[in-house]
């Protein structure tokens, strides 16, 4: 609107100086909700923005360090590559998952430069760092990623045994078919319908036999797509 085209208009030393009030604005806030929407905007002043970010991913704060990194997930800037290698190393859950959010984003956009910094978080000891960092990577077909979704097929949870599956689909790693195939008898209905989308797309022959089981199965999405994958493997 107005404001942004005011924003623009606006020399490069006014449009720095204005960003570093909205920092040190964001610094007195003393309600969270205004401290996060705050930083939320500044993605939308261009560079001067993503410089204020990059201040507030090394601030003492840890819930500003959080703010800066949600808002570079969602908002990827290659120049902030740096200080995010650093951020997924920050000893508070939130901004290691954020941070390593905004590496998986860059990722997204053709990084590959993300992979080294990302791949330790692989063992991160909270899970859903962990589980995000995988998705990153297996997208990227990034080949440490194989075994992990081998075990992942093996998992306790439902959606860890889907990501497993999805990911060796993506990867089109043969030695995973077997564990695929072995998901076509899991006891969610929704792990089944994964894998048999998964050996359609790796158009694996070997597994037709249990994909003819699969045309049997109590749920009418999973006999539905064997059929049909069988069809086409044929």
Not at 116 to 122: G, I, K, Q, V
């Amino acid at each position: 609107g107005l404001e942004r085209l005011t924003f623009a208009l606006r020399s490069d030393e006014a449009r720095r100086n204005h960003v570093s009030e909205i920092v040190q604005e964001i610094r007195r806030e003393e309600n969270w909700r205004r401290q996060s929407a705050f930083t939320q905007s500044l993605p939308r002043h261009g560079e001067p923005g993503v410089d204020g970010l990059l201040e507030l991913l090394q601030d003492e704060d840890p819930e500003l360090r959080e703010y800066a990194a949600y808002a570079l997930a969602h908002h990827p800037a290659s120049r902030a590559f740096d200080a995010l290698t650093v951020a997924v190393k920050d000893p508070v859950e939130d901004v290691r998952w954020h941070s390593s959010a905004a590496l998986g984003a860059l990722g997204a956009l053709g990084e590959r430069r993300v992979v080294e910094p990302l791949l330790p978080l692989l063992e991160d000891s909270v899970s859903h760092i962990r589980l995000g960092v995988f998705q990153s990577l297996a997208a990227l077909g990034v080949a440490e990623t194989g075994p992990i979704a081998i075990e992942m097929t093996g998992s306790e949870s439902a959606r860890e045994r889907v990501e497993g599956i999805r990911a060796l689909a993506a990867l089109g790693r043969p030695e995973g078919v077997s564990s695929i195939i072995a998901c076509l008898s899991d006891e969610e209905s929704s792990v089944r319908e994964e894998a048999v989308i998964a050996l359609l797309r790796m158009g694996s022959a070997e597994a037709i036999p249990a994909l003819e089981a699969a045309r049997a199965d109590e749920d009418r999405h999973v006999r539905m797509y064997a059929a049909e994958v069988v069809k086409r493997l044929r």
